[in-house]
């Protein structure tokens, strides 16, 4: 119990972002019923590593937040977000086109834009929405912070627990609290593909 319990040692700036992260993956490896070590090995990163990852500790690349996501099956681009740096400036990356980083899971494709950043408040990146019915999702999509949504292509149904199903289609734009439970299915012949950037 001492390695998921948290220490004072986090600093206050940090706590917030970094305790959604680690929580978050904690809270996936437990759903599967895995110790740290199996976490770890599943995603090839030292058990200390991963259990100062959970409390918050030490801030993780990208690299290895993608290896937890894949390992744990983690659904939500959110968790590529980690804290931004107050002071950095001058910042920048490139995404040659179809060159994102991807991310397949059984409702969707996502292509991770500008992947290379490591902190940063927003993320952008294009989904392809191979869903075509609700009942292919487990449970409704929810994280924290809001996002954008902008259809490149096809004709899709935005569905979320709050309001009536909305279709959309190419052009049509849309901005929501991500805490709210959704989900997108395609209605058209070809998988719908939209712009999405989550913000913390």
């Known amino acids: 119990m001492g ?3 948290r220490t004072d040692a986090v600093g206050l700036e940090d706590q917030d972002d970094g305790a959604v992260l680690g929580r978050s993956i904690r809270d996936a490896r437990r759903a599967k019923g895995w110790t740290l070590e199996e976490a770890g090995r ?7 590593t991963l259990s100062k990852i959970e ?12 290896r937890l ?3 744990l099956e983690l659904s939500t681009p959110q968790l590529f977000l980690q804290s931004g ?4 400036a001058g910042r920048r990356d490139f995404t040659a086109k179809g060159q994102g980083e991807t991310r397949d899971t059984p409702t969707y494709l996502h292509e991770l834009l500008c992947p290379e950043l490591t902190s940063k408040r927003m993320l952008p990146y294009i989904a392809t929405i ?5 009942s292919e999702f487990d449970t409704w999509i929810r994280h924290s912070g809001e996002e954008f949504m902008y259809v490149l292509s096809g004709e899709l149904i935005f569905v979320s627990e709050h309001y009536r199903p909305l279709p959309m289609k190419a052009g049509d734009s849309l901005y929501y609290d991500s805490g709210m439970g959704h989900g997108c299915i395609s209605t058209s012949k070809e998988d719908a593909r939209v712009l999405w950037v989550s913000l913390e």
Do not use: C, H, L
């Open 55 to 66: 409390n918050n500790q030490t801030k993780p690349s990208f690299d290895i937040v993608r």
């Open 85 to 88: 740096q107050p002071g950095m």
């Open 69 to 71: 996501t894949q390992a």
């Open 130 to 134: 191979k869903a075509r019915d609700i």
């Open 42 to 48: 599943a995603a090839g990163i030292g058990r200390s």
């Open 3 to 5: 390695d998921e319990s």
